[in-house]
C-alpha cells in the first residue's frame, strides 16, 4: 500500500518534470503595479503576483530531460522600460566565466538571457544576457537566428541590471528601455536560455530539438500584453564624441601628428519601429582591431564588420546573395587597400541610415554614406548609397529589392600621369587594343528571396543581380540558388551560384572574380548525425561534400570531394578528421610562396593542372577548465609540392579577472627547387584584464612574419554610465629584425549618450 501511494505522489512530479513548453506558448505579462528598483532583490509586489515561467528543457547537448538546475523568469513594464527577472538555480559553486568583461561569448560562460522578436514577424530581434557576477552582454538577431552567424554582439546600447548571488540560486533582474529597442504595439515573440556551463547543460523555456539553436525564432513562446504598450513619444538619442591623438610615422619621416577631433551619432525613432541613424564625422578608432590570417588561397579574405553604425538591421544590407557574392559589403566604406594590400582608413565625412519594419510586413533599410578624398592611395571623395525593400511573404519567408550605388566625384579626363586607385581604374580591350579609363560610377540592381519554412526544416535562398557601369552592358550579372533540409538525423544542401565575367559590385564581396573571368559554381554537402543514448559521447557526424567551378565556356577550373567526421563529447571536448581531394586549373600565373624578388622563385603558369590529397585532424579539450586548447593539423600535398599547417590556440582563465590567450598558426610549404620554400608563422598573444564589470584592458599583440611586423594594441575602456565610454588607445607596429618602431600612436577617446 506504502508503494503505491509513493508511486501516486511521484508520478506527477515525474510528469510534470517532462513537460516540454511548445512553440506559441502564450505568456501573460501585466503592467508593473509598484516602482520597480533594479537591485536584484525582487521584493516588489509586482514580482509577487506577475505570472512565472520555468519547465525549461535542454537543448544542449542532448534534447530529452529537463535541466538539472531549474530556471524561473517573470516579465512586466512601465512606461519607460520592459523588465526581467530571473531565478537560476544552482548548487552553490563559484559561477564559470571568462571574466567580467561586457559582450562575453555565450558557450564558455554561465549566463541567462532574453530573445526578443519584437516585430513579431520571426526574423529579427535583440538579445540581453547577464552572467551571475552581473557582466552584460546584448546584440541583435537576424534570419530568426537559424545559425551562429546570425547573431551579433557588436551592437551596443542602454540598459540597467543586478545580480544577487545566495547559496543555492542567483537571481538577476533587468531594465530594458523601450527607447533602446524598436517594436511593434501589438504580441512578440520571444525565448529565455540558460546555460550552465559546470554542467555542459543549454536550456530553454520553449524546447528546442538538438539540431537548431535554442534562441532561433522558429521555437519561440508569445508574449501577450495584459495592458497597452507606451507609445513612444520622442525618442532621439545623441552620441558625441571627443578624440586627441598622437601619431608619430618613423618610416616616413613626417612630422608627429597631435590633433584632436569632435564628432556626433545620432538616432531618431521615427516609428516604434523605424529608427533614422546619423553620424558626422564618425571615429572607430576604439573598434578592436582585425585578427591576422596566414592567407594561402587566392581570394580576398572577408573581415567581420564590428562599426556601430552599420550593426543594426545590418541583415537588411548585408544579407543579400551568398557570402562570397554579397550585393552590399559595409567594410568597403571607409576602407580600402593600398598599393602594398595594406588596408587604410579613408574619412567618413557624414553618413544617414533609416531602416526596419513599415507595418505588419515590410521592412526598409536606406543608406547614403559620404567619403573624403584620400590622396595617398589615389582615391576621390566618393558616395555610396543603398536601398533594400523587404516584403515578409509566407509565414517566415522574405523578398528583397536591392538598389547599391557609388558615385566617385571630382573625377575629370583621365591623365596616365595621374595617381588613382585601382578600383577605379578600368581596362577595356577591343580590336586587339587595351584602353585605360575610369570608372566613375557602379551600380547594382536586383533581388534575392529567402525561404524560411515555419518549422525551419527547409531554409534556402534565390537572388539575382545586374551591375551598370558607363563600360559593360552584357554578362554583368549574378545569380544563385540554394535549398537546405535540416532535421535531426540529416543536414543536406545543394546549391549553385554563376557570376558573369563583366559583373561588377563595387561595394559588395565577389572575391571570385579577381580569379575568374565569370565562373559557375555548384556545392553540395550531406551531413547524418548520430546522437547515442548513453555513454559520454554527444554525438557522432559524419559527412560528405562535393564543389565544382567551372568557366563560362565549360572548363572545370576547380573541383573539392571531402569526408570527414567529428566526434562531440558531453565534456565538452571533441575531435575531428577529414580527407579532401583537390583539383585545380589556374586561371592566372600564382605563386603560392611570397617573392619579394621576381627572379628568385618560378610562378605556377596559367592554364597549369594539379590536383593533390589532404588530411585535417583537429581536437580541444574540456573547455569549462581553467586551461584549456584546442588545434589542429593540416597536412598533405600542395599544388606541386607539399604543406603541413599547425593551428592551436591556449587558453588560461583567471577568474573572473580575465584571461591569456596564445594563438599559433604556422605554415610550411615546400613546392620544387624552381618554386621555392617558405615557412610562415602567426603568433598572437592576448591578455584580457578586468578590473569590474566596467572597467577592461585588453593587450593584443600579432606577430606576422610573412608582414615582417608586430603589432601592438592596448586598449582600456572605462564605462562610466550605461553606453558611454572613456577609451585609451595606444597602437604600434614594429619591424621585427631589428626590433625597431615603425609607427605609433595614441588615441584618447570620450563618448556620451545623452536620451532627449
Not at 268 to 290: G, H, K, M, Q, R
Not at 324 to 341: K, Q
Not at 360 to 374: D, P
Request: hydrophobic share 35%.
Amino acid at each position: 500500500m506504502n508503494r503505491i501511494v509513493i508511486l501516486l505522489l511521484v508520478l506527477p512530479i515525474f510528469g510534470w518534470s517532462q513537460i516540454k513548453n511548445k512553440p506559441g506558448k502564450e505568456f501573460p505579462v501585466g503592467k508593473a503595479i509598484d516602482k520597480i528598483v533594479i537591485d536584484g532583490e525582487l521584493t516588489e509586489q509586482t514580482w509577487k503576483v506577475a505570472e512565472k515561467g520555468g519547465d525549461f528543457f535542454m537543448s544542449k547537448p542532448i534534447d530529452s530531460i529537463p535541466p538539472t538546475n531549474p530556471t524561473y523568469f517573470q516579465l512586466s513594464f512601465d512606461e519607460e522600460n520592459l523588465y526581467v527577472a530571473y531565478e537560476c538555480i544552482d548548487d552553490g559553486k563559484a559561477p564559470i566565466v571568462q571574466s567580467l568583461r561586457r559582450d562575453f561569448e555565450f558557450q564558455p560562460n554561465d549566463n541567462v538571457g532574453i530573445y526578443l522578436n519584437t516585430y513579431n514577424d520571426f526574423t529579427n530581434g535583440f538579445y540581453f544576457n547577464i552572467t551571475p557576477y552581473g557582466v552584460q552582454r546584448e546584440g541583435i538577431m537576424f534570419n530568426a537566428g537559424s545559425t551562429s552567424n546570425d547573431y551579433s554582439s557588436f551592437w551596443d546600447n542602454k540598459w540597467y541590471s543586478a545580480v544577487k548571488r545566495h547559496n543555492d540560486r542567483w537571481i538577476a533582474e533587468i531594465a530594458i528601455p523601450f527607447k533602446s529597442i524598436r517594436y511593434n504595439l501589438e504580441s512578440w515573440n520571444f525565448d529565455v536560455l540558460r546555460n550552465d556551463v559546470e554542467r555542459n547543460q543549454i536550456s530553454s523555456w520553449i524546447a528546442t530539438p538538438v539540431q537548431y539553436l535554442p534562441a532561433a525564432f522558429a521555437n519561440s513562446g508569445k508574449i501577450i500584453w495584459q495592458d497597452e504598450l507606451p507609445k513612444p513619444g520622442m525618442n532621439v538619442s545623441l552620441i558625441p564624441y571627443v578624440t586627441g591623438k598622437t601619431a608619430h610615422d618613423f618610416e616616413t619621416g613626417e612630422p608627429t601628428d597631435n590633433s584632436s577631433n569632435v564628432g556626433l551619432d545620432a538616432k531618431v525613432a521615427l516609428t516604434p519601429s523605424l529608427n533614422l541613424d546619423l553620424t558626422i564625422n564618425p571615429d572607430f578608432s576604439n573598434v578592436e582591431v582585425d585578427r591576422q590570417v596566414i592567407n594561402l588561397t587566392r581570394f580576398e579574405f572577408g573581415f567581420p564588420e564590428r562599426r556601430q553604425f552599420f550593426l543594426e538591421n545590418s541583415d537588411l544590407f548585408s544579407g543579400p546573395g551568398y557570402p562570397d557574392t554579397r550585393v552590399f559589403f559595409s567594410r568597403r566604406i571607409g576602407l580600402a587597400v593600398d598599393t602594398s594590400d595594406h588596408i587604410v582608413k579613408v574619412p567618413i565625412q557624414y553618413g544617414a541610415r533609416i531602416s526596419g519594419k513599415l507595418g505588419q510586413k515590410w521592412r526598409v533599410g536606406l543608406m547614403n554614406m559620404q567619403t573624403g578624398e584620400k590622396k595617398s592611395i589615389g582615391l576621390p571623395s566618393q558616395n555610396y548609397s543603398v536601398a533594400v525593400v523587404q516584403r515578409q511573404v509566407f509565414s517566415r519567408s522574405n523578398l528583397d529589392v536591392v538598389f547599391v550605388n557609388k558615385e566617385s566625384l571630382g573625377l575629370g579626363t583621365y591623365d596616365t600621369g595621374k595617381f588613382y586607385h585601382e578600383s577605379l581604374i578600368r581596362e577595356i580591350t577591343s580590336g586587339g587594343k587595351t584602353d585605360t579609363t575610369l570608372n566613375k560610377f557602379n551600380r547594382v540592381v536586383g533581388a534575392d528571396f529567402n525561404l524560411f519554412t515555419k518549422n525551419n526544416r527547409w531554409v534556402g535562398d534565390m537572388y539575382y543581380f545586374h551591375s551598370i557601369d558607363a563600360f559593360d552592358k552584357d554578362k554583368a550579372f549574378s545569380h544563385g540558388a540554394f535549398i537546405s533540409y535540416n532535421t535531426r538525423n540529416l543536414t543536406a544542401y545543394v546549391g549553385n551560384q554563376g557570376v558573369g565575367k563583366n559583373y561588377r559590385a563595387d561595394v559588395g564581396f565577389t572575391p571570385g572574380l579577381n580569379i575568374y573571368p565569370g565562373y559557375y559554381s555548384t556545392f553540395t554537402r550531406i551531413e547524418t548525425p548520430i546522437y547515442p543514448k548513453s555513454g559520454g559521447v554527444v554525438s557522432y557526424r559524419p559527412a560528405t561534400g562535393y564543389t565544382f567551378i567551372m568557366t563560362p565556356d565549360g572548363k572545370v577550373t576547380d573541383r573539392t570531394f571531402s569526408v570527414d567526421f567529428g566526434v562531440t563529447r558531453k565534456n565538452t571536448s571533441g575531435f575531428g578528421i577529414s580527407f579532401n581531394r583537390i583539383y585545380q586549373v589556374l586561371t592566372s600565373d600564382f605563386s603560392p610562396v611570397d617573392d619579394t624578388d621576381e627572379d628568385l622563385y618560378a610562378d605556377l603558369k596559367e592554364g597549369q593542372v594539379f590536383e593533390w590529397n589532404e588530411m585535417v585532424a583537429g581536437f580541444n579539450t574540456d573547455l569549462r577548465k581553467l586551461l584549456n586548447f584546442n588545434g589542429g593539423v593540416r597536412f598533405g600535398q600542395f599544388y606541386n609540392g607539399h604543406r603541413t599547417n599547425i593551428i592551436s590556440s591556449l587558453a588560461y582563465r583567471y577568474q573572473p579577472f580575465g584571461s591569456i590567450t596564445v594563438d599559433v598558426d604556422y605554415n610550411y610549404i615546400s613546392l620544387p627547387a624552381a618554386y621555392g620554400k617558405a615557412k610562415y608563422l602567426l603568433v598572437s598573444p592576448r591578455v584580457d584584464l578586468t578590473f569590474s564589470d566596467k572597467l577592461f584592458l585588453t593587450t593584443f599583440v600579432q606577430y606576422n612574419d610573412r608582414e615582417d611586423n608586430v603589432n601592438l594594441n592596448a586598449r582600456f575602456q572605462w564605462r562610466f554610465k550605461p553606453a558611454s565610454d572613456f577609451f585609451v588607445v595606444y597602437t604600434e607596429n614594429y619591424l621585427p629584425e631589428p626590433f625597431k618602431s615603425k609607427n605609433r600612436a595614441l588615441v584618447l577617446k570620450l563618448t556620451y549618450w545623452f536620451n532627449l
